[in-house]
């Protein structure tokens, strides 16, 4: 596995003057695989996967494992390399996801939630399994840490974007390790992440993403609408990416 900066996502939210942490999540609801037959992957085995462009500015980027892919759009442009088994779709494979993606963004966003407010900002704080909601955005400060508190999905839903200050990263506790905990980040609008940025989650946003000088995921990512772009020496590795797992309400 490529060496990506280590992310420790902290998600640092108050209500009011109550903690984030100390408000009982919304459990993941079984319908998530019911809308999709066997929904597995979220991303498939994507690593990268857009509508209209994927764009790699500056110096190459790199994925190191699943594929790439634009539909219906057809431009990817830029240097970047290929590593491990990590290969460019077919044009049907792109077609297929990208009609997936969609339904997966939609059928995710609309889980019920707990609301953690308007714009939240999540550096600092641990989470425990469930589904979370900001009315428009989610941040992460600069150099901090988001903790997921044990095994399980977590899922961030923002109504408009997620954007993370450099060298923020995500860490574990109480059982809680990459092969058996997925976080994912559903955007009503865009993704923009900071320099140095490393995330163990997948990324489905419905406008744009955005791969700030040597950030990295360790997921997949898709955009229903338009186009990624990588700025300078980005990374995506799709070993972990992330499945749904589920329990009945």
Known sequence: MASVTSITLLFSLCVGSTLLSEVQPTPVPSRVTRAFDNIGDVCDNFAVHARTTITFAGPPSMITTGKIGVSPGTAITGQYHLLNDAQLATPAEAMVFAARAK???????????????????????????????????????????????????????????????????ISYTNGAMPHNTNVVFVLGTSATLGARCSLQASILAKAAITFGVGSGLEGGCAVAQTAITFETAGTVDSTENVQIHTQEQ
């Open 103 to 169: 339904g997966i963004h939609t059928a995710l966003m609309v889980l019920p939630s707990k609301k953690l407010g308007v714009a939240v900002e999540l550096g600092g704080q641990t989470f425990e399994p469930g589904v979370y909601s900001a009315g428009t955005s989610l941040n992460i400060a600069f150099g901090s840490t988001v903790t997921m508190q044990g095994p399980g999905t977590y899922i961030f839903q923002a109504g408009s974007t997620l954007i993370t200050a450099a060298d923020v990263s």
